[in-house]
């Protein structure tokens, strides 16, 4: 399993130097609710392990209309792996746009979101190109809470589908998270820098000692120095304002790139949606 662990690395390198996926735009109808998404999918006829990524508060497009960056080097970078990557965007479905410094909000990580990613799993499930019982999911910051929302015992698959595979969040708030007792029932990786001013590593760190001994493989891996979106590429450190939340209260929080935590996420998390 190491081999092909470091072969698919090896793979993700060359590939990613020298090509970029092209991004379809597909649409999932599941029920009442119309989803707008993105996918990232492997060369070749497959069938591929696949995974739900799910956008942060900002959103999955930019003011162009474009995938955001981050989200377009991940789907890159999964896709030069085997793995086929599919965003629903949660915001513009629903005609919204920037959720960041909006209190009240109308889609939420708890509830709309979990619908989201499970409407994601079942419509990857259902291309003859994806390997039905390797779906995982995976999120950014609002959509790494939802991700932890949706990894929780309670909303497991009621219909016979076969369940995600495992999970990985990235810098999620996670007070309310642990305040509600969270564990998982799938194997759970969660990112977060230490520096983290937006959604702070303590509550992370509460939440994940609260469940110790009723989770399924849950892994907090943080990073020194390191502030929300550390695996945003090329992207210099500068303090966002007018949030919604934020750690201190203030609506004020940094974003930027950390080099030694982005290169590590980018190891570490195909190693793991890979297992």
């Known amino acids: 399993m190491r081999l092909i662990v470091a072969l698919f690395a090896a793979a993700a390198t060359m590939a990613v130097s020298t090509m970029a996926h092209a991004a379809e735009s597909v649409d999932i109808a599941d029920g009442s609710t119309s989803l707008r998404a993105v996918l990232y999918r492997p060369e070749g006829a497959g069938p591929f392990p696949s995974v739900v990524a799910l956008h942060g508060c900002g959103g999955l497009l930019n003011s162009s209309g474009k995938i955001v960056r981050r989200f377009a080097d991940w789907g890159d970078r999964l896709a030069a792996v085997g793995l086929a990557v599919l965003f629903p965007d949660s915001f513009a479905s629903r005609g919204l746009t920037n959720q960041c410094r909006v209190r ?11 619908a989201d990613a499970n409407a994601g799993r079942r419509w990857l499930q259902g ?24 990894a929780r015992p ?15 969040a990235f810098y ?30 303590a509550a992370c760190e509460q939440m994940i000692a609260g469940a110790r001994g009723r989770s399924a493989g849950a892994t907090l891996t943080t990073y020194p ?18 949030l919604a ?6 609506g004020r929080a940094h974003v930027g790139t950390n080099p030694a935590a982005r290169a590590d996420a980018l190891k570490r998390v195909p190693e793991w949606l890979m297992r």
């Open 172 to 201: 999620p708030g996670c007070r309310r998270l642990s305040d509600a007792a969270w564990s998982a029932r799938i194997p759970t990786l969660i990112m977060i820098g230490r520096a983290d001013d937006w959604t702070p590593v």
């Open 127 to 150: 291309q003859g190109w994806s390997i039905t019982n390797r779906v995982s999911l995976m999120g950014w910051s609002n959509g790494g809470m939802a991700t932890l929302w949706a």
């Open 245 to 250: 939340y934020s750690a201190d209260g203030s």
């Open 225 to 242: 120095g390191a502030y929300h979106q550390f695996d945003r590429p090329n992207y210099p450190l500068r303090q966002l304002t007018g």
């Open 104 to 114: 009240e909000r109308k889609v939420r990580s708890s509830r709309e979101r979990v």
């Open 154 to 168: 309670r909303v497991g698959p009621r219909d016979g589908t076969p369940d995600f595979r495992s999970a990985v």
